[in-house]
């Protein structure tokens, strides 16, 4: 089992930065990508930004060149740098880590995906 906690949501201002992480615990060798998804009033959970236990980053087109994310694999944590933010940032954001079975072929039978609580960005105009 993994357990995700994701912290660092607040409220600020237009253009302003914020940095969220995420600690994961548990059987952490089994975690091939770490992942940061949003969810906005009324709209579904999106995937903003994506990394791999070999440090393959993605990102959604709407937070190229504002967004980044690193991962430090030795303490099981994952960062999500964000800049420039604009009020169209504004959701709860949630760390998700992804457990490939094949990883940890004697624990895990299948693929499984762990989430955090989320936590709330509110960017203001």
């Known amino acids: 089992q993994v357990r995700v906690m994701d912290s660092g949501g607040g409220l600020v201002q237009a253009g302003a930065s914020l940095t969220l992480s995420c600690a994961a615990s548990?059987?952490?060798?089994?975690?091939?990508?770490m992942n940061w998804y949003r969810q906005g009033q009324g709209n579904e959970r999106d995937l903003v930004a994506s990394?791999?236990?070999?440090?393959?980053?993605n990102y959604a087109n709407t937070v190229k060149g504002r967004f980044t994310i690193s991962r430090d694999n030795a303490k099981n944590v994952v960062n999500l740098q964000m800049d420039n933010l604009k009020t169209e940032d504004t959701a709860i954001y949630y760390c998700?880590?992804?457990?490939?079975?094949?990883?940890?072929?004697?624990?895990?039978?299948?693929?499984?995906?762990?989430w955090g609580q989320g936590t709330t960005v509110t960017v203001s105009s």
């Open positions: 990394i791999s236990d070999g440090g393959v980053v």
């Open positions: 998700n880590a992804h457990v490939t079975a094949t990883y940890c072929p004697g624990e895990y039978a299948y693929d499984l995906d762990y």
């Open positions: 548990g059987d952490t060798n089994c975690i091939s990508a």
